[in-house]
């Protein structure tokens, strides 16, 4: 390409270059030779680099050498088995069908091997929790989640986690137009942080909140809102919030502290050759943040998930409900423990009977019903 630059005393050296690419007779060499020669030099680059590889991997095949490359690089067409993408390493170049039952048990064994070199759920779930606010998606989840959390408030009764429905954000919006829609969410989400902060920290804190929460609400009542998760971070950060005991229970309502939790589960399914999907009802996901105990030092934190067979096959179908409970110190400065329990296990009358029992013999030690 014909580039010429110029400087204060005239040409630079670049320009001088440049122009000795130019005919004999004094004209601009035509930049469009210069860009289809270029174009040409790269793919034959690119074919000569290609083959050269097929044959060098052709040759260490047929000499026989050990291949060492990682399971991940050793891979044929991927197979999707239960929805999940899943691939082996192949004999050799030569076309091989591969089965469910081989990718399948490919897919347990490394899952077997990532669970026996991983730490603890509570290890894990430590250090998940220990990361700083903004290296989490709170301000992403809270916002989504916030109709499904239900608070629990200090001095409850005992039991009241089961019978606390009505303490759930509201979140009928039949009816609305989308400004009303929005304007409701971002209401009903002010008024979950605040109940937080309530418990959580001291009154100048929740002052500046409120008074954050306000103009946030204004904003989206005159139609100048913006993206709620970004209006969080900038109420947080306004506020001073990353440093409060709110935003350390804020830390355990997101997306990334069950992740341990959830592959747990899914680990143990796939012993049965099974797997599971999320369900996209109410009871799918709720999340309670218990208060009643606060005066005993304690705080706890609970997911309760249900999920189903990742299966459409009516005899692997089944469902599965299952709680990750999280216990803190009331200053919510210690982790105490973490438990994960299945409350539920519910198999469809055409299941085969004995992966039922392998089913729940393997959820077994997890299991109270």
Same mark, same amino acid.
């Given at each position: 390409?014909?580039?010429?630059?110029?400087?204060?005393? $005239?040409?630079?050296?670049?320009?001088?270059?440049?122009? @000795?690419?130019?005919?004999?007779?004094?004209?601009?060499?035509?930049?469009?030779?210069?860009?289809?020669?270029? @174009?040409?030099?790269?793919?034959?680059?690119?074919?000569?680099?290609?083959?050269?590889?097929?044959?060098?991997?052709? $040759?260490?095949?047929?000499?026989?050498?050990?291949?060492?490359?990682?399971? @991940?690089?050793?891979?044929?067409?991927?197979?999707?088995?239960?929805?999940?993408?899943?691939?082996?390493?192949?004999?050799? %170049?030569?076309?091989?069908?591969?089965?469910?039952?081989?990718?399948?048990?490919?897919?347990?064994?490394?899952? !077997?091997?990532? !669970?026996?070199?991983?730490?603890?759920?509570?290890?894990?779930?430590?250090?998940?929790?220990?990361?700083?606010?903004?290296?989490?998606?709170?301000?992403?989840?809270?916002?989504?989640?916030?109709?499904?959390?239900?608070?629990?408030?200090?001095?409850?009764?005992?039991?009241?986690?089961?019978?606390?429905?009505?303490?759930?954000?509201?979140?009928?919006?039949?009816?609305?137009?989308?400004?009303? %829609?929005?304007? =409701?969410?971002?209401?009903?989400?002010?008024?979950?942080?605040?109940?937080?902060?309530?418990?959580?920290?001291?009154?100048?804190?929740?002052? =500046?909140?409120?008074?954050?929460?306000?103009?946030?609400?204004?904003?989206?009542?005159?139609?100048? $809102? $913006?993206?709620?998760?970004?209006?969080? @971070?900038?109420?947080?950060?306004?506020?001073?919030?990353?440093?409060?005991?709110?935003? %350390?229970?804020?830390?355990?309502?997101?997306?990334?502290?069950?992740?341990?939790?959830?592959?747990?589960?899914?680990?143990?399914?796939?012993?049965?050759?099974?797997?599971?999907?999320?369900?996209?009802?109410?009871?799918?996901?709720?999340?309670?943040?218990?208060?009643?105990?606060?005066?005993?030092?304690?705080?706890?934190?609970?997911?309760? =998930?249900?999920?189903?067979?990742?299966?459409?096959?009516?005899?692997?179908?089944?469902?599965?409900?299952?709680?990750?409970?999280?216990?803190?110190?009331? #200053?919510?400065?210690?982790?105490?423990?973490?438990?994960?329990?299945?409350?539920?296990?519910?198999?469809?009358?055409?299941?085969?009977?004995?992966? #039922?029992?392998?089913?729940?013999?393997?959820?077994?030690?997890?299991?109270?019903?």
């Amino acid at each position: 390409i014909h580039l010429i630059f110029k400087n204060q005393s $005239g040409r630079m050296e670049a320009g001088r270059l440049a122009d @000795s690419a130019s005919n004999a007779d004094g004209t601009s060499f035509p930049m469009w030779v210069a860009v289809i020669a270029g @174009s040409i030099s790269v793919i034959a680059f690119a074919y000569y680099y290609t083959n050269n590889k097929n044959d060098n991997k052709d $040759g260490k095949e047929k000499g026989g050498e050990e291949d060492d490359r990682p399971t @991940s690089a050793k891979t044929s067409t991927p197979v999707i088995a239960s929805r999940i993408i899943i691939s082996g390493p192949t004999a050799s %170049r030569s076309t091989v069908v591969p089965t469910f039952e081989r990718d399948m048990g490919i897919f347990k064994e490394e899952m !077997r091997k990532v !669970r026996e070199s991983s730490k603890g759920l509570h290890e894990e779930l430590l250090r998940i929790w220990a990361l700083p606010p903004n290296k989490l998606p709170i301000n992403v989840d809270l916002p989504r989640l916030a109709r499904r959390i239900c608070v629990i408030p200090v001095g409850a009764p005992a039991g009241s986690l089961l019978d606390s429905t009505a303490h759930f954000v509201p979140h009928d919006l039949d009816g609305l137009t989308e400004e009303e %829609r929005e304007f =409701r969410r971002v209401s009903a989400l002010c008024s979950f942080v605040l109940s937080i902060g309530e418990v959580t920290d001291d009154a100048p804190f929740v002052a =500046r909140l409120k008074a954050a929460f306000d103009d946030l609400i204004e904003e989206h009542r005159r139609g100048k $809102g $913006g993206d709620l998760g970004m209006a969080l @971070s900038q109420v947080f950060e306004r506020t001073e919030a990353h440093s409060t005991r709110m935003m %350390r229970v804020f830390k355990t309502i997101q997306q990334r502290i069950i992740f341990p939790a959830t592959y747990h589960i899914k680990g143990t399914v796939i012993e049965a050759d099974l797997m599971t999907k999320d369900l996209h009802t109410a009871r799918a996901w709720r999340i309670f943040v218990d208060f009643s105990e606060i005066q005993s030092d304690v705080i706890r934190v609970l997911h309760s =998930r249900r999920e189903c067979s990742s299966s459409y096959d009516e005899h692997k179908y089944f469902e599965v409900e299952w709680e990750l409970t999280m216990t803190f110190d009331a #200053q919510m400065e210690t982790f105490v423990s973490a438990e994960i329990c299945v409350v539920d296990l519910e198999c469809a009358p055409t299941m085969d009977p004995s992966q #039922q029992r392998t089913l729940r013999q393997l959820l077994s030690p997890m299991t109270r019903m």
